[in-house]
Nanobody, 126 residues
């Protein structure tokens, strides 16, 4: 089976930095676009950043110039470097993959689509 596990969240003061990691586990063949979403209490989930398999990136307007998404396909890990954090960045951050191809014992090649991790809390104090 496939799992996405986020880590790196926590409590930080405004102006500080955090780096989130998302590890994809399983017998992975390929991972397409990886995304970071966030959801604050009472708000809709929003796209923070995305990175394609060839390294092209896209950012939400509210984080441009402050956040950087990257990936290491050997480690099957995506990262989100968050600098100059603001209280409005407080949310649960979720890792997501558009498509993951993997092998499952005796079942051949399978796909997981629009796949999310469990989330990691980021809290920025003023």
């Amino acid at each position: 089976q496939v799992q996405l596990v986020e880590s790196g969240g926590g409590l930080v003061q405004a102006g500080g930095s955090l780096k989130l990691s998302c590890v994809v586990s399983g017998s992975i063949l390929s991972i397409d676009t990886m995304n970071w979403y966030r959801q604050a209490p009472g708000k809709q989930r929003e796209l923070v950043a995305a990175i394609t398999s060839d390294g092209s990136t896209n950012y939400g307007d509210s984080v441009k110039g402050r956040f950087t998404i990257s990936r290491d396909d050997v480690k099957k890990t995506a990262y989100l470097q968050m600098n100059s954090l603001k209280p409005e960045d407080t949310a649960v951050y979720y890792c997501n993959a558009d498509r993951i191809l993997f092998t499952d014992e005796g079942m051949g090649v399978k796909g997981a689509f629009d796949f999310y991790g469990q989330g990691t809390q980021v809290t920025v104090s003023s």
